[in-house]
């Protein structure tokens, strides 16, 4: 596989292994990464997923033989192609468990897109993140589904029709990335983050909250509102909500 998979005391790691050729993304990659998604969600010794990769690039975006395939690939061999890409996304997106990427180096066009799925991101100060497809007669077409729920029309526009690179530092300015960390500690930074999302807020409660969000944003304002208010009384049937009110009126500690 050109992914791997490890898990730790309640945290996933999924591990992009392509260093090689900067992480690029190739159908076996992407079909790789969906099956360890997969994977991750059944698995109950998992409550909170990591991805991140081996080597200096977080991912390069397309891999360069697989451009060239595509070059002679019929309309419906490219659908399926573009598919696959779209299916990976979307499962990261509304995955019931929280999706943090750790970005070292830089994040770009299919790789961006990546991190953009993830319900947050760490950063190194020196990664750069953009989509660059136009610059080379392509289109960020998947992408831009999610960067403009996640960073607004204008901001999408303005990483989109330029293709440029962006610095981590302006990343978080438009709310791409969520955190900055030094290269030395990242590592440690996200674990402190992930365990602390797994003792402090309940499993339930998370994937409940994350499909939430990720369903109410395309509603009109009463759909929003009763869909919210279905959500809520659904939550509190869940044998989560039960366990922490009785512990809240008991005043007893609970630890997720």
Known sequence: MLANYL???????????????RNALNAA?????????DKAEHDNQVKIIILNALGDVFSAGADLDYLKQLQANSFEANLK??????????????????????????AIAGG????TVCDFV???????????????????AIVSIFCIRKIGESQTKQLLFT????????AKEINLINFITEKNKIEKEVLDFA??????ASTQSLALTKQLITNVQ??????ALDYAAEMNAHARSTEDCKKGIDAFLNKNQIKW
């Not at 898990?7 to 050729?21: F, L």
């Not at 990664?127 to 136009?134: A, C, I, L, P």
């Not at 293709?163 to 302006?170: E, M, P, Q, T, V």
């Not at 395309?218 to 759909?223: A, F, G, K, S, V």
């Open 218 to 223: 395309d509603l009109p304002l009463t759909e």
């Open 122 to 140: 760490f950063s190194t100060p020196e990664s750069k993140f953009g989509y660059t497809e136009v610059k080379i007669g392509f289109i960020p």
């Open 163 to 170: 293709g440029d690179l962006i610095s981590a530092a302006r």
């Open 7 to 21: 898990v730790k005391d309640r945290v996933a790691y999924i591990t992009i292994n392509r260093p090689e050729k």
């Open 81 to 106: 192609d573009s598919n696959q890409l779209k299916n990976l996304f979307h499962k990261i997106y509304t995955h019931p468990k929280i999706v943090i990427a750790q970005v070292e180096g830089h």
């Open 195 to 200: 365990s602390k999302l797994c003792v402090s």
């Open 112 to 115: 961006c897109g990546l991190a």
């Open 29 to 37: 990659l992407v079909a790789d990464l969906g099956s360890l998604f």
